[in-house]
């Protein structure tokens, strides 16, 4: 067995039983602990155990490794770390619980994400404690218009139960239900009228996630039909079909596009990485000596290739390695070497930065706000 996959194993059934401790725990050694939520309660500790280690097998990888771990230090660095960390926190709310990158791209595919993220948060909110038995309901003694909320098994607060609060929390999984059906409509529309989009799509990365929030939800509202309207005509048939699909759901969580939600909060640890890259020392290129990256990116990168088995350093060159090279001069040093290779010859021009050495290459078109990174495409910032 390799050492990352008893590792993730281990963070795995770490993490597990702390769950199945916390919910012995949180429901007073399971007295207030659903019997009939059993199937939901092993199907969340599979996914636990599936997602954490996934989770730690993607964090093994030596590119995903070392933009955590210098996504951490950028934090905790000072002086940077509190300004950085409003920063941070600041582009948590905004890209991660508001989706601005997303708006940025299209509006729509931005209102999309929107509803179905805070349709599943408000789900998950409400589902998962009852679950577990970390809160529940009891009327109060002596007053039975208001109802008790137990969290952990501590008493939290009182409502009416004829209150408007009242209403919109006891159907708080309706909201959420109407927002995810709003966003996966929207996704559909997109798949199907989008050429580029399905060019590329998937049936199990991109419809599956889409038809089982469809599915749970749309169960969900007729769970709620039944015993609102109906009398409870239907409601055990009903109530399987949901069970079952919440339950594939969870078991879908660790092996689907569902794992990207927990993959997305990283990236602002590498953003931030970046960010305080290029306020440090800048590499300069050894071929025209224009500073073209942060040191610490490039000595990073040389670094995780060699991890990967890659090694591209020059022999006999000043130049030392080809990531000591700025992008523009390693398309001209390319161009050159096709060039004397039509003409028969062998070699190529000295990449070090003394007199002799060309200039950086300068593009007509500077390819500002053309690129995928924005005003970096133009600044050359990436290696």
């Known amino acids: 067995m390799k050492r990352e996959v008893f590792r993730s194993g281990a963070w795995g059934l770490g993490v597990t039983s702390v769950l199945a401790l916390l919910i012995v725990v949180g429901s007073r050694n399971l007295a207030h602990f659903d019997a009939a939520l059993v199937a939901y309660t092993f199907s969340l500790l599979f996914a636990t155990f599936g997602l954490t280690y996934r989770y730690s097998m993607w964090l093994s990888r030596p590119p995903t490794a070392m933009f955590w771990r210098r996504g951490w230090q950028a934090l905790l660095r000072r002086p940077w770390g509190q300004g950085h960390a409003r920063a941070w926190l600041s582009g948590m709310a905004l890209d991660l619980l508001a989706n601005r990158f997303l708006f940025r791209r299209d509006r729509l595919r931005g209102w999309t994400h929107l509803l179905i993220m805070w349709g599943c948060i408000l789900a ?54 109407l927002l995810v059906i709003a966003g996966v409509m929207l996704a559909v529309r997109r798949r199907l009228r989008d050429g580029g989009a ?30 609102t309207w109906m009398k409870g005509y ?53 071929r025209c000596g224009h500073a073209f990256s942060s040191r ?88």
């Open 124 to 177: 998950v909110a409400i589902t998962f404690p009852l679950v577990f038995g970390w809160l529940h309901f009891r009327p109060v003694a002596g007053d039975l218009s208001l109802y008790q909320v137990v969290v952990f098994g501590f008493p939290a607060f009182r409502f009416p139960h004829d209150s408007a609060f009242a209403f919109f929390l006891f159907h708080g999984l309706v909201w959420a239900s």
């Open 198 to 227: 399905g060019a590329v799509q998937r049936f199990a990365e991109d419809f599956m996630p889409l038809i089982l929030l469809f599915a749970v939800s749309v169960t969900g509202l007729m769970l709620t039909a039944s015993y």
């Open 234 to 286: 239907g409601f055990t048939f009903v109530s399987i079909l949901h069970a079952v699909t919440v339950i594939a759901t969870f078991i879908w969580l660790p092996f689907g596009k569902f794992f990207h939600v927990f993959q997305r909060p990283a990236q602002f640890g590498a953003g931030l990485y970046r960010s305080v890259s290029i306020s440090g020392d800048q590499a300069s290129c050894r």
């Open 296 to 383: 610490a990116h490039v000595l990073d990168l040389i670094e995780v290739e060699r991890q990967l088995g890659y090694r591209y350093d020059i022999e006999g060159s000043e130049a030392e390695h080809y990531q000591w090279i700025c992008p523009p001069c390693r398309r001209a040093t390319f161009a050159a070497a096709q060039s004397r290779a039509w003409r028969g010859h062998r070699g190529g021009e000295p990449l070090t930065a003394d007199r002799r050495s060309p200039p950086m290459p300068v593009y007509v078109n500077s390819g500002l706000g053309q690129g995928p990174l924005g005003e970096e495409d133009a600044k050359n910032r990436h290696a």
